[in-house]
């Protein structure tokens, strides 16, 4: 069983940033060569969308086409977390942000899940 809590969600303004994290306790997916961490978000109306992957080694990061340049993703094996930090926020970043843990096979596939925590960000 993998536990995912994401912390560091908020209201903020336009231009603002956040960092998110999220801390992964117990077991880890294996093999521990396609062992990948990543944020998705929701916004309301809207389809799940996958913001950033890194896998566990951090030689192979993600980023969706809305957020490159803008959000980075990083892992601290060490801690068992991982970050997403979100800079130059815009009001289309509202969303429910979903840290999960998950395989590479093709592309990554998210298996474990987190509860979410609210990003708002104020226009």
């Known amino acids: 069983q993998v536990l995912l809590q994401e912390s560091g969600g908020g209201l903020v303004q336009a231009g603002a940033s956040l960092r998110l994290s999220c801390i992964s306790s117990g077991d880890r997916l294996r093999p521990a060569r396609r062992l990948g961490m990543g944020w998705f978000r929701q916004a309301p109306g809207k389809a799940r969308e996958h913001v950033a992957s890194?896998?566990?080694?951090?030689?192979?990061?993600y980023y969706a086409d809305s957020v490159k340049g803008r959000f980075t993703i990083a892992r601290d094996g060490a801690k068992n977390t991982v970050s997403l930090q979100m800079n130059s926020l815009k009001a289309e970043d509202t969303a429910v942000y979903y840290c999960n843990q998950g395989i590479y096979i093709s592309s990554y596939v998210p298996v474990y899940w987190g509860q979410g925590t609210q990003v708002t960000v104020s226009s």
């Open positions: 890194i896998t566990w080694d951090d030689s192979n990061l």
